[in-house]
């Protein structure tokens, strides 16, 4: 039986270089890289699927301010970052959705909340119908749903072969509108990760080999009408990823949503406005009465 820790710290770290380097689990059988620091409620952060993305490009700006109010925890999804990619794996949101749930199960962790930005959004959706009971509050983040379609940058993340160049392209034509928080060392740690030895292989397989179904991610209305958790719905009005009018879709269907817009802002809203993306998300996770 899962041992109920809401309001238990697993994880306190005391130093940006300890919560850089992150820890290590076994999630079923996956050896999985996560960081986590905070104490009490716990707020899971799920990343997108971009090359060379991991819990700590995606939320390196994030955990340290949200740890300071929760039990925050990031893991490397299956496939991506320092976490285990097995050779006999099929990758698909259903593979991404249960290694997330073995993820928090070997951790002890019987519910949380999550933010969820792009694929992580459309995970933490999928847990939702899964397990109802286990979440708390979601925050879905520049997420694809109802009215998702093959979009220019999605094309172009798809399309990626790992060079300094073609990373540095990626990120400054498809992820932000501020092109100076594009430095060198945000491309050459983001290349670097995705020619790390079987990254670029996985990453191609994941969207390209019809053995894995990782393009599978569409969404019914009625499976968004069906969420009953408050959601809050963070999105960069620029993005050309997954565009903004999907989470105007989105936050008509779901029962108890917000929706937050960022001006001057793509796909990358945790990075381009981090300080306000996490006062933001911290007041909804906190709870409506001190959002009054």
Same mark, same amino acid.
């Given at each position: 039986?899962?041992?109920?820790?809401?309001?238990?710290?697993?994880?306190?770290?005391?130093?940006?270089?300890?919560?850089?380097?992150?820890?290590?689990?076994?999630?079923?059988?996956?050896?999985?890289?996560?960081?986590?620091?905070?104490?009490?409620?716990?707020?899971?952060?799920?990343?997108?699927?971009?090359?060379?993305?991991?819990?700590?490009?995606?939320?390196?700006?994030?955990?340290?301010?949200?740890?300071?109010?929760?039990?925050?925890?990031?893991?490397?999804?299956?496939?991506?970052?320092?976490?285990?990619?097995?050779?006999?794996?099929?990758?698909?949101?259903?593979?991404?959705?249960?290694?997330?749930?073995?993820?928090?199960?070997?951790?002890?962790?019987?519910?949380?909340?999550?933010?969820?930005?792009?694929?992580?959004?459309?995970?933490?959706?999928?847990?939702?119908?899964?397990?109802?009971?286990?979440?708390?509050?979601?925050? %879905?983040?520049?997420?694809?749903?109802?009215?998702?379609?093959?979009?220019?940058?999605?094309?172009? %993340?798809?399309?990626?072969?790992?060079?300094?160049?073609?990373?540095?392209?990626?990120?400054?034509?498809?992820?932000?509108?501020?092109?100076?928080?594009?430095?060198?060392?945000?491309?050459?740690?983001?290349?670097?990760?995705?020619?790390?030895?079987?990254?670029?292989?996985?990453?191609?397989?994941?969207?390209?080999?019809?053995?894995?179904?990782?393009?599978?991610?569409?969404?019914?209305?009625?499976?968004?009408?069906?969420?009953?958790?408050?959601?809050?719905?963070?999105?960069?009005?620029?993005?050309?990823?997954?565009?903004?009018?999907?989470?105007?879709?989105?936050?008509?269907?779901?029962?108890?949503?917000?929706?937050?817009?960022?001006?001057?802002?793509?796909?990358?809203?945790?990075?381009?406005?981090?300080?306000?993306?996490?006062?933001?998300?911290?007041?909804?996770?906190?709870?409506?009465?001190?959002?009054?």
């Amino acid at each position: 039986m899962l041992r109920h820790l809401r309001k238990e710290a697993r994880v306190t770290v005391t130093s940006d270089s300890a919560l850089h380097a992150g820890s290590f689990v076994d999630a079923a059988g996956i050896r999985t890289h996560y960081h986590g620091a905070g104490a009490g409620e716990h707020v899971l952060l799920l990343h997108g699927s971009g090359p060379g993305v991991s819990a700590w490009a995606n939320w390196r700006l994030n955990l340290g301010p949200l740890a300071e109010r929760f039990h925050v925890l990031a893991p490397d999804v299956v496939g991506y970052g320092g976490t285990e990619r097995p050779a006999d794996i099929r990758y698909s949101l259903r593979t991404w959705t249960d290694h997330v749930w073995r993820f928090l199960d070997a951790l002890g962790i019987e519910r949380t909340s999550v933010i969820g930005n792009s694929l992580g959004g459309r995970i933490a959706l999928a847990m939702a119908e899964d397990h109802p009971e286990r979440l708390d509050r979601l925050v %879905l983040m520049g997420a694809p749903g109802v009215g998702m379609t093959i979009t220019d940058g999605l094309r172009a %993340l798809r399309a990626y072969e790992p060079s300094m160049e073609a990373m540095r392209e990626l990120l400054t034509t498809y992820f932000a509108v501020d092109k100076s928080i594009i430095t060198e060392d945000l491309v050459r740690t983001r290349y670097e990760a995705s020619a790390a030895p079987g990254a670029h292989e996985a990453y191609r397989s994941m969207f390209f080999d019809p053995r894995h179904a990782g393009n599978d991610l569409g969404i019914t209305e009625e499976q968004v009408a069906a969420v009953e958790h408050p959601v809050l719905l963070v999105h960069g009005r620029e993005d050309k990823v997954v565009p903004v009018e999907v989470a105007w879709n989105m936050v008509r269907l779901l029962p108890d949503a917000d929706l937050r817009v960022f001006a001057r802002c793509g796909h990358w809203t945790q990075i381009e406005r981090a300080a306000d993306f996490n006062a933001e998300v911290g007041q909804f996770l906190a709870g409506r009465e001190d959002r009054q």
